[in-house]
């Protein structure tokens, strides 16, 4: 593939990695903006769950480096900075997105006296994770793209796969599979959401794609070392994602739904084009 810089500009190197992993996190911002526009998010919602998202990104980004270092080091027994996990990623990111939104909507809304960072959001972070999770698997796929070009997360040799130069030989194109599962992914998750009007679509994808990752590992030829005996260190975490999914099902029905504003139901916010015109 394209291990490679594509070019470069003095000694700034561009990689096709680095082009799907930026072309993912535009697309994912792109469809959250159509997403809260098209369920009638007003605008300081959108405004604060985007910029959120933006923080809980650049966070989610250290903790995948941090995550494959701590990997490395199982493996090898040093720390290496640089490449990265994604399951430590979406651990971080979601994480620190959680934290952030509770901080602000309990904690800091509440007693600021500051308009700006005063709480007049139509709708909650529950209405918004049933779209999220598609979201999240656009980035992904592009990010499984950009792995396919580099080379890396390749999985074992076989004669029918494909030729990597960093692995040598024909391996199992581990990454194109994961790519094409996450497109379809997505796709399903969209459907349910916007014509079935299906709001676990966050437990959905952790049950999915937990059950997807660990089934894939067996492929894999990247060896991390392991937490447990027997199982890899994704696959540890692909079983703690299953049962979060699975419990995410339980608390949606019992406590989140009952905490939803459905923005989609209020008086439009959106502004029509003659009426901003006439301003």
Request: with cysteine; proline share 4%; aromatic share 18%.
């Amino acid at each position: 593939m394209f291990p490679g810089p594509l070019f470069s500009i003095g000694n700034l190197h561009v990689y096709a990695y680095g082009i799907c992993m930026a072309v993912g996190i535009i697309a994912c911002f792109a469809f959250l903006l159509w997403a809260f526009w098209y369920k009638n998010f007003n605008e300081e919602c959108t405004d604060k769950m985007l910029f959120l998202g933006l923080i809980a990104t650049a966070i989610g980004i250290l903790f995948a480096m941090l995550f494959q270092s701590v990997y490395n080091y199982i493996e090898t027994g040093k720390f290496t900075f640089g490449s990265m996990t994604f399951i430590g990623g979406l651990i971080g990111g979601v994480s620190s997105y959680l934290i952030f939104y509770n901080l602000y909507v309990y904690v800091v809304a509440p007693r600021t006296k500051i308009k700006a960072l005063q709480n007049n959001m139509n709708a909650s972070l529950t209405d918004a994770l049933p779209f999220i999770p598609i979201g999240i698997t656009i980035a992904h796929a592009f990010g499984r793209l950009g792995c396919t070009f580099a080379g890396c997360c390749y999985g074992k040799e076989a004669d029918w796969g494909i030729y990597f130069a960093t692995a040598g030989t024909k391996v199992i194109p581990t990454q194109l599979f994961e790519c094409i599962f996450l497109v379809i992914l997505s796709v399903v998750m969209a459907v349910l959401y916007f014509k079935f009007k299906f709001n676990c679509n966050l437990g959905l994808y952790l049950v999915a794609y937990g059950v997807w990752r660990f089934i894939i590992e067996f492929f894999r030829n990247d060896d991390r070392g392991s937490f447990i005996p027997g199982l890899s260190p994704s696959q540890f975490w692909c079983i703690i994602m299953v049962l979060a999914g699975i419990g995410y099902f339980f608390l949606y029905k019992y406590v989140l739904k009952a905490k939803m504003k459905h923005p989609e139901l209020q008086p439009s916010v959106r502004k029509k084009k003659g009426e901003e015109e006439s301003k």
